[in-house]
């Protein structure tokens, strides 16, 4: 079960970074849902590399197609299987790390705990494997819009190079999604001059969800904000987690933290859209810190599968800045876990069971 | 299923701050285990309230009794049912807040969601439930002492001063759990300072695992860094999770971040003794940041049951600094884990059901 | 987990027959349901023990307390924790059978998977755990009830002799919830002539829902007859289990067993109220068959722990018949998976989720 | 997760009988199992349709393609994915069942439940999805064949026709996995003159698990017969469930019925190898009953999806006796749950997690 993320409205993945195919089943999509194939694709467009110098040069086409679970461009309520073939799946690459472990990658754990060296550029641990998040989260935004809920993403930061503002609407369009036009270059230079140095930079995404109804979140072991931490920290390269102001909520005091709440909503959003794990009609605000690309072009220390010490040097092609695409991939996870919230929520007042059961 | 944490070694927990009594139901626990119930009580005891000035001068004796699943002292591979009675029942001291909402509680998100306003002192979303985690987060503990596997805690930072090192030993009998004596007491006289102007601090815990073996985390969405994470940010007032260098490695450089491989182990553990979701053999290090307790006494604004202005002034006794027993709870949730996680491992490869299967 | 009932409407139990207590803990009850506390006791009483000389002299009160997840008598969407205190925890009437498997019973097999003998009358595996069954289930009683939905019960066969016709509201006063009284008198017969030579009988309970509307049941692998099957299987001493017609349909050809369909209904009930695993509207069918009590006062062959052969002989007290009190128990498990697909068929309609979503 | 099966090593699966594929994703398969791709093929090709006139002459290729989770011919633990793409997609022969329900089948449950009339052939509720049950089962054969587990079946009954003595040898190599050579021409005859008749008959598959070792199954709700009820009532068809001596037990007396237990061994196997839900080292049997055909070529009233009183013929090719193809699936479902139970019983001894923890 450890391939299947959430309860109520689930994805289960498959594939390999260099297998034949990669996919998911996306199981309780409720019935009569428009399943819009051309919006799925264009999500995964938007996660698939080579689309700028500031990404790998990799191509991976990305085409996606669906396999079960429609009728008639409708949700039947049946699994929903979608399916990546992998165009390329030549091995040659990775020859040179057939028989160590690159720094920074999973190769080392995957080896300890399943005995086996798959070295085709990374297995089931490659990002490439996001695509069939993105695919699955795509069929839960499509549920979300006909809710009203949409969710949005940009980087806040590249590099130690801090956003002051957040201007979604531009990060749509900027090739490093960033949030803030005015340090952008300075980001984008910033990601540039380590790729020239074989070097690579982390990043920090802002996720924020709007419309989101009052009462998303199933105390006390799937709250909210632990449901999204987990989803996030989930991410290859994830390794920090803020909801709502996060990290600076601890310097400030209970009176400057609360928010205070009036007939006409909340005073502030420091809390980032929930109390207790349980959305509070708030928008709902993740951040997610992204370290540096563990794949980088100079010498490092590691060891083989016999532990005996080794120089490895990285051949291939890599973004040197894996929050960028990762933006994408916190959107996904945020949408599943908002569309899983919202199943779980329907039967949480008798009243709403009267309503609907013989319906 | 919200009430259970966990897959495999589970915590099924039940009780509100003001009712009869807590408590948990653990599951999945190995026959065979010695169960040392001075050991669980005395746990409890450290996170029970009142020891000092700096927690609240509420009383709870928090007395914890098994009722079952243990024979003659050992486990018997039955569920083993914990249970905390409420010694004062009384509601009195919250007749105040009977029809309004504190802001910063989750009484608001819980009256949108259930319908239902519990408003003796915060229901079942009081932090009084910890007491039930910490109750069979010692089970898990006991078990990963057998495996050598040891958890230990300390506050890191309070109200923005920061610990310089790390010192378990002497959190052990700090009464704020401090990491560094060197900022202690700047960091006490900052909660009471903020206690005595009626407000209060927040605060970060580091939690560190050692003996961990390699293996454990199950790839895709059960690793160890997404789990912690969720088991982190479930425990209230939590607002943000750092596994390893966590933010700081945001700003370093691939080359700077990666921890080299030798023959002997990890040159340096930036990252927290995992890689790819799933442990290395190095120490589990995580971060949780508090936010400063909600619980003020400072009339703030909220509105009624009935969405109208009001202002709100708190009564009763309240921690300044959820922090500190908060530490407490942090080992709890990373005891379960990783005994999930080890009891997770155990079918991971083929050799080990044939070592085990006939047995 | 494996002491967990149920996906969504869950019901989690602890206690052995022997030990301080036994309970459970409800999970998934909609918040805004009224308890009515003398229906729970209610419904324990029908269960328990000594109510005449057909079943086991032995005495067991079976007081039943709610210590949480209710307020002001009515749900609050939080667990619910029930608990039973055993009056006498004494094992003295045991102490013959320490050291040996009773034929028949559990104590072999769980002595071989835990490695552990608790011989305290079957610890865990004593039917007395489905007392926790009945309180839970009447909690799904309670709220299938406001849902217009009725569960009842009675045997229809006793030591091979059969019930002609099924009369549900004689099986309700019936000592041995006969559900034919021209046969009740023989086949109470029966249980007395076996219980005089030391021996036992079995016997097959019907149990049926009314009132169920179409739609209940989770395809593929959650579907309605699949759920029942296991939750009946699963009660002490059941061996078999046939939804409708079950076995008899095997007899008939598909031109007798299809179910014709009309504008006013279905023409027949041969399929027990589900097509494809989904509840059809019609009454829900229910047959298990439970196994003759292994409890015996014949000397019987059988080994000890150190699997040295041994004869044993019985002491204490018995149930002659297990079905009659498995009666009850069966109602219980049909009312939990009803609550729990209940609650997983809110979310199957994308118009329900519009319906309910903001209010 | 309704579409997924088993709790450690699970089946999910996807795709409807007219859909363009159906398939599976299986995980928790520990690494380093040789993945024998001929053999799962092999048992598909028991499965598939129109090995002889007792059969639809319906033509199904059923070939199965792996397209992750193996390496150089072993599972690397990772999910394995089988795929079956369906060469005939045409909806023709479906046409005149558009608008309106076939009786038996699930047509009217899957509209009233969904609000979608998925026409063609069944969709989801057909039986053609046991094609993916069938190829996830032999991935759980292959586990339990290197532990020395063997599964077998056939048919005991048809239309009535019992077997007197099991021969599992023979069913092999019968046309209709017939167990009993004496009554196995008689069996032939009813189907066909059934068939004739354009009408169908019902049978009854026995299923045994050999070389079980003692301990399987979770008490007390992931029972070993509850679970195996559940897995059987799952198939397409069945109506009843029987675990050992099953219904016959019913009729015993205690003193006939136990199994008593000697130093080497069990002196019979009334319970079907199992005691309290544990598995006791003998052989696991299992009955499971299927109705008749739904699928007949005479008139029968229904209703249409306006709720219009019409009468249906049916058209197309189906089995005249559906438990002979059954007779497959249930040894798949078999070889799941007992795959499941191996994995779940891996950390019930605290000796055997020190045993394995850090190898």
Redesign the interface.
Known sequence: ????????F?M?????SH?????C?V??V????EIDEAYIQSELNRRKPGKSKLETARKEDDKVEI???T?EG????????M?IFNGNQKSRDYDNVKDL?R????????F?????R?Y?GG???SAR?TAARVAAGSIAKL?LK??DVEIVSGLC?V??IKADAYDFEHAKTSLLYALDPKVEEAQKDAILA?KNKH??????VVTVATGV???L???????L??????????I?A??????????A???????????????DGF?SNH??G????????DDIVVKT????????F?A????NTS???MKFELKGRHDPCVAIRGSVVTEAMMALVLADM??????????????????
Request: proline share 5%.
């Open positions: 079960m450890s391939n299947t993320f959430g309860k109520a689930t289960t993945t498959f594939g390999e297998g034949k195919a990669l996919g089943i199981d309780g409720p019935a009569g849902l396999l079960s679970g009728f409708f949700s039947t309520g049946t699994p929903i299987m399916i472990f720094p920074g990658h999973a190769d080392f754990t995957y300890h705990k399943y005995g086996i798959d085709r297995g089931r641990s494997e549920m006909t809710l930061e590099d130690g380590a070097d690579s930079v982390g990043g920090v109804p009052k009462g979140g199933e105390p006390l072991y799937y709250k904000d632990a449901i999204l931490a987990e989803a996030m920290m989930g290859n994830a390794k920090a987690i803020e909801i709502g102001d996060g990290i909520s601890t310097s400030l005091k209970g009176s400057q933290n609360n928010d205070g709440i009036t007939p005073t809390s980032g929930m109390l207790g794990g349980i959305s509070n009609g810190h992204f370290k540096p690309t563990p794949s980088i100079q490092q220390d590691t060891v532990n005996e010490a919202t199943l779980l929520n329907m039967g949480k007042k008798m009243q709403h069971l009267k309503d609907i059961y013989k319906k």
